[in-house]
């Protein structure tokens, strides 16, 4: 499978500071999901990327597939208390579905 | 529409004792699979099934198997359960595309 490294593994922010969380690979990845998990929730799906140097926004999110398409970063401008959770990058082979996730970013945000 | 439910949503057992876990969607996806989550390791696959009639082993399927009952169901089995297959079980299906989560099961393995 497609191998990802995700940093940081933990980070705090106060409410209203901006937040980004990095997905690497040493191999050039086909594609790139993003999901989000709440705490005590399943992981849900936020985005897929799939051309190289794409950027999609949703709402105070930014996602972006880096040129070279080795590396992804999820930003969120002004977090809220409700951006709480664990954020995972994904990435599959031939078949979207078999994905290799990163071992994600867990977001802590003091109110 | 409940999307992918499992059961049952949290068991204790005994190491040594078997247990199945099950999974259904009505989402009419051909993909299903298992994986488990432990703290700092992510999401790892055990187990999928591309379409009914198949499937294949991931990156963790020591000590599982699993079967593609129909198109709506996909189970998995622990035949002798170990203390290191504590973890929380998620199904998923997709079409294949973006994957869709059930709720997960907590197992823990005594």
């Known amino acids: 499978g497609q191998q990802v490294m995700q940093i940081p593994q933990y980070q705090h922010v106060q409410e209203g500071e901006d937040f980004t969380t990095y997905c690497n690979s040493s191999?050039?990845?086909?594609?790139i999901q993003w999901y989000k998990q709440r705490p005590g929730g399943h992981p849900v799906f936020l985005i897929q990327?799939?051309?190289?140097?794409e950027v999609k926004k949703q709402k105070r999110l930014t996602f972006q597939f880096g040129e070279a398409k080795k590396n992804s970063s999820l930003h969120i401008t002004a977090t809220q208390t409700t951006d709480v959770g664990t954020y995972f990058c994904a990435s599959g082979g031939t078949s979207y579905g078999k994905l290799t996730f990163g071992q994600g970013t867990i977001l802590t945000v003091h109110p | 529409n409940a999307g992918v439910t499992q059961t049952p949503k949290f068991q204790v057992l005994k190491t040594g004792q078997s247990m199945t876990l099950q999974c259904a969607q009505d989402m009419n996806h051909n993909s299903m699979y298992w994986y488990r989550q432990d703290p700092g390791m992510g999401l790892r696959l055990i187990y999928y099934?591309?379409?009914?009639?198949?499937?294949d082993k991931g990156e963790v399927p020591n000590g599982y198997n699993v079967s593609r009952l129909n198109k709506r169901e996909f189970s998995l089995r622990l035949e002798s359960a170990a203390p290191s297959q504590t973890s929380v079980y998620f199904c998923?299906?997709?079409?294949?595309?973006?994957?869709?989560f059930g709720p997960g099961t907590r197992l823990t393995v005594t």
């Open positions: 191999t050039t990845l086909s594609n």
């Open positions: 099934s591309a379409s009914e009639g198949t499937t």
């Open positions: 990327l799939v051309k190289s140097g």
């Open positions: 998923a299906s997709s079409t294949p595309g973006p994957l869709y």
